[in-house]
């Protein structure tokens, strides 16, 4: 059997493409090159990933594929990510990119050119219960990645496979360290792809002007000024510029509201504070990966990003969106994120949250 093994230059995707070639699998390699504006600085490490992926190509003694998605990366990632922010959204390009992506396009290459598997180094696993293929989580639960792989297709998962599902992150170093893989000390690549290290802010400027407008507390008071709605999401505490204002106490600012269409964003004192938390919240469309009955409200386990232990709740389908209730008080539930549920270890899919 055929498999095309996403290799980013990492240690994962390093191991997963070994491993399969142990299991007897046809191993080829893919890099994708998603972002074109690479700069040379160690900002963006495009061309030393690449140098790595080839690498261990080597090593293992198998082809490496150089695809280049750059222009489907802009289209239909990027462009998103800029038109959500300046709605003020906060959105996740890391669910996007795995959508339009490495779920599509690599998988549409790899079809195309009569591969019968991909593989990614992906922390999450592929249950099978009477024939049919659920996305489970995977056993490191510190890092497994089913959140960021909410919006893939059911046709695709049938196709796919993940050879670090029963593998803990010091596990797999030890597998590449054990077979003298270049990048068995790599460190993980951290942020958005196309951000790199650089400060969120200092990137966006050169997409998205300034537009400033006041700052106000939640009592109703103007306490500051902000450089634009764009650059701030619910919850953040650092990078406001308010602090050891007259008459308030030394407790920290949290972004609580941005109201478009007055400009304005508003704050609060306290990890706390009240305005932080919500109990409901409205996702107009879910990707359903392994659709649960929604003839009635069902209950769920969800998370509303990343590192979040899973949250109980009740889904309910209305004519035109689904109402989601938690049993306890979510914190900056943040328009533009991603739901996803869950119900035990298998990932039923996800959506885009729109409004708490």
Request: charged share 25%.
């Given at each position: ?154 046709e695709v998962l049938d ?98 509201e941005k109201n478009l ?96």
């Open positions: 059997m055929k498999v095309l093994v996403g290799m980013s230059g990492g240690v994962d995707s390093s191991v997963s493409a070994a491993l399969l070639l142990k299991k007897g699998y046809e191993v080829e390699g893919a890099f994708m090159k998603n972002w074109e504006d690479d700069d040379g600085t160690p900002l963006c490490t495009a061309k030393e990933d690449f140098m790595d992926a080839a690498k261990v190509a080597d090593q293992l003694n198998i082809k490496l594929h150089h695809l280049n998605f750059s222009n489907e990366y802009k289209n239909k990632v990027f462009e998103k990510f800029l038109t959500d922010l300046k709605n003020g959204k906060t959105p996740n390009p890391d669910v996007l990119c795995n959508q339009y992506i490495k779920f599509n396009e690599f998988y549409n290459y790899a079809v195309s050119n009569k591969f019968d598997y991909i593989a990614t180094g992906h922390y999450a696993g592929i249950k099978s219960i009477s024939g049919t293929n659920y996305l489970a989580k995977a056993k490191d639960q510190n890092k497994d990645q089913t959140y960021f792989l909410c919006n893939i297709n059911k196709k796919t496979i993940f050879p670090l599902s029963e593998l803990t992150k010091k596990e797999v170093r030890e597998i590449a360290k054990s077979m003298n893989l270049s990048t068995f000390k790599k460190k993980d690549s951290t942020g958005i792809c196309f951000i790199g290290e650089r400060p969120f802010p200092s990137f966006l400027e050169n997409y998205i002007n300034d537009k400033p407008g006041k700052i106000f507390c939640d009592n109703g008071k103007e306490v500051g000024s902000h450089r634009g709605l764009s650059f701030y999401t619910l919850g953040q505490r650092q990078g406001l510029g308010i602090g050891g204002l007259k008459n308030y106490d030394e407790r920290p600012w949290y972004v609580v269409l007055e400009n304005v964003l508003v704050v609060a004192q306290g990890n706390d504070n009240k305005n932080l938390f919500e109990k409901e919240l409205f996702v107009d469309s879910i990707n359903w990966i392994s659709e649960p009955d929604l003839t009635k409200p069902i209950k769920l386990m969800a998370k509303i990003r990343y590192r979040q232990d899973d949250q109980k709740c009740i889904l309910t389908k209305k004519e035109r969106f689904f109402s989601v209730k938690f049993e306890k008080p979510q914190r900056a539930i943040t328009p533009g994120q991603s739901i996803v549920f869950y119900q035990n270890d298998i990932c039923l899919g996800g959506g885009e949250i729109y409004k708490s």
